[in-house]
């Protein structure tokens, strides 16, 4: 029995350190391994499915200026995952994580949201092309939100989150690219934002996407409005 009891300690160890180092990596929750207990405590529409694109007005000072430039109520989008049976959205904050559906729709104002989804989802977005969009997605977990928003993936906002996702996942472009100079910038709110973000040197020229650009997109349409 002595033979097997070194082995059977250092097995032991082994283990609790690997599970130590993955809960440091992926918290509770936010790691879709560790999310199969998690039961969702409000009724959630039946309609909601993997793939969706959920839509809400965030409060903060920079949401309000992005409302007010883009000409829309919405402030912040994700993509709706479904992992091990429960209902996530995969969300460009700070940091870039999977958020259960729940607790999402609280953070928006009075806990209402949109969901839109492809008018051809079900031809399109089948179990393959899901995967696709799960596993390019991995690459932005834990990255950091990007204030400038910058056509980068070094760090990535939430409609451009969305929108890189379908690009690069399913092939599909969501909705024409647009330039930060093509957006109301007058307002003095935003220009607040605007000056302290870039001091006198406003990337005008940079490419931008916004949710207002996604939820009027021609291939989505809308599944449930809570507005």
Known sequence: ?????????????????????????????????????????????????????IFQTSESSQCEAVRIATNSKFSHCGIIYEINGNLFVFEAVQPVKLTPLNDWITYGRDKKYLVKRLKNAAEVLN???????????????????????????????????????????????LSKLQQLKDFNLKDE?????????????????????????LVDSDLLVTVVDTY
Not at 20 to 25: I, K, L, P
Not at 150 to 162: G, H, N, Q
């Open 127 to 173: 179990e393959n092309t899901l995967q696709k969009m799960k596993d390019y997605s991995q690459q932005f977990m834990g990255k950091q939100y990007d204030a400038f928003f910058e056509w980068t993936d070094t760090r990535i906002y939430c409609s451009e989150l969305v929108w890189k996702i379908y690009k690069n996942g399913a092939n599909i472009e």
């Open 1 to 53: 029995m002595k033979k097997y009891l070194l082995p059977g300690i250092t097995f032991l160890l082994s283990f609790c350190c690997a599970l130590y180092v993955t809960m440091q990596v992926f918290p509770k929750n936010q790691n879709p391994f560790l999310t199969s207990g998690i039961k969702d405590e409000i009724n959630l529409p039946y309609k909601i499915q993997d793939g969706d694109i």
């Open 189 to 213: 709110r935003v220009q607040k934002i605007l000056k302290e973000r870039y001091g006198n040197n406003i990337p005008l020229e940079e490419k931008v996407v916004s949710p207002s650009n």
